[in-house]
């Protein structure tokens, strides 16, 4: 991506530099039972969040945080941008004033409004605090164990939890909330890959305008972000994991599904062809 001069964004929380402490038992909110299936989709076992959830959380700062480097400073850029996006994009659409959110960059656990953040359920947004949760350490997973380098892959990752943000901001998580109340397994699975498509879609938006507005891609980006999305499927996911697929379990849509959607909304760079829940086919 061709970022060297863009502006840095203003909304990064580091905690890089803090540890955590959980003591005592409480109770466990809907949000750390959230974070337990994003785990499992994961294929880490959510008893690891459901333990570390189970009293107050306390964070005490090191002596020396970590320093800047050029990852950070990318990020952070790639957040400017969808900024920057979003903010023109709404004004558009007359939805309103964009309201950036945070991206909080940690290592190990960290507290959320949704529970504690753990680095191995991957990057994740928290509608309860309007934050974005990374640690770095994901890109490098992705390169290594997921097969999908490049920096694009990894601005795919920032867009698609943003894109969260925006569907948080625009109801449609509300909707989605209100629509799971009394519906079964296999219905609440169903919404959430709706909703996980539509993020893609949205992602895809994205590199539309900032391309159009700045020429920010490169040769190769646009299939580096493919790869990625093909790349955390369920499918693809659950037969590295499990060695067979179980679609009634899945949240997030399979490769095929999720290549389609980035490159719908990348191609039409119209939000509103990202209505997944009116598709007639996904």
């Given amino acids: 991506m061709r970022l060297g001069n863009s502006r840095e964004s203003r909304n990064i929380e580091d905690r890089r530099g803090q540890r955590m402490r959980i003591g005592g038992r409480g109770k466990i909110g809907l ?81 959320t409004a ?35 380098p490049g920096d694009f892959a990894q601005a795919y990752v920032v867009a698609h939890e943003v894109a969260h943000h925006v569907q948080h901001q625009l109801g449609v998580m509300d909707q989605v909330d209100q629509a799971r109340q009394g519906a079964g ?14 993020a893609d879609c949205l992602a895809g938006v994205w590199a ?33 994991t499990q060695g067979h697929v179980v679609p009634d379990s899945f949240t997030h849509g399979t490769s095929a599904q999720r290549v389609r959607w980035f490159s719908r909304g990348f191609e039409s760079g119209d939000a509103a062809r990202c209505d997944t829940f009116s598709a007639s086919s996904l």
């Fill in 185 to 198: 397994a296999a219905a609440g699975n169903q919404l959430s890959v709706l909703v996980e498509l539509q």
């Fill in 208 to 240: 539309n305008h900032s391309n159009s507005q700045r020429g920010t891609l490169e040769p190769g980006d646009i299939e580096e972000g493919l790869n990625a999305a093909s790349a955390i499927g369920d499918d693809t996911l659950q037969k590295r």
């Fill in 114 to 148: 949704c529970g504690t953040g753990q680095s191995a359920m991957g990057p994740f947004y928290c509608p309860g605090d309007s934050k974005v949760y990374l640690d770095l350490q994901f890109f490098q997973q992705m390169a290594q164990q997921l097969n999908s």
């Fill in 31 to 111: 949000g750390t039972i959230v974070l337990a299936l994003v785990a499992l989709y994961f294929g880490v076992d959510p008893n690891v969040v459901l333990q570390n959830a189970v009293g107050p959380v306390q964070t005490e700062t090191s002596a020396n945080p970590p320093a800047d480097t050029p990852q950070t400073r990318f990020v952070s850029k790639v957040l400017a941008d969808t900024e920057d996006v979003w903010g023109s994009v709404f004004q558009q659409q007359g939805w309103g004033a964009y309201q950036e959110p945070k991206l909080v960059l940690f290592n190990g656990a960290t507290p």
